[in-house]
């Protein structure tokens, strides 16, 4: 059993930067794929950012590359989804996930989900 949670959201102008935080619980983090998905207000769930167990392995949506940074530190339970360059668009809610299999792009294949931060972007 893994739990999540989220930190680091808030309100942002447009260009500036947040860095996300999500917390785990259990001794295994380090064996778990983690993910960071968002969802705006009255869209769908929306794959950001992934990052393999042991952190070589990253890819990012289309929208954010270039800009979002997902990395992990496994001696602190902790992975970090650093967001430079921020625009209205990524307003949203912003969860991590953990994947007992991977690193996936579906949010079907994750296993444990945070409940999620908030990040608002203005103009």
């Known amino acids: 059993q893994v739990q999540l949670v989220e930190s680091g959201g808030g309100l942002v102008q447009a260009g500036g930067s947040l860095r996300l935080s999500c917390a785990a619980s259990?001794?295994?983090?380090?064996?778990?794929?983690m993910g960071w998905f968002r969802q705006a207000t009255g869209k769908e769930r929306e794959f950001v950012a992934a990052i393999s167990w042991s952190g070589g392995n990253t890819y990012y949506a289309d929208s954010v590359k270039g800009r979002f940074t997902i990395s992990r530190d496994n001696a602190k339970n902790t992975v970090y989804l650093q967001m430079n360059s921020l625009k209205r668009e990524d307003t949203a809610v912003y969860s991590c996930?953990?994947?007992?299999?991977?690193?996936?792009?579906?949010?079907?294949?994750?296993?444990?989900w945070g409940q999620g931060t908030q990040v608002t972007v203005s103009s």
């Open positions: 259990g001794r295994t983090f380090s064996t778990y794929g």
């Open positions: 996930a953990a994947a007992l299999t991977g690193f996936p792009r579906d949010y079907d294949e994750y296993d444990y």
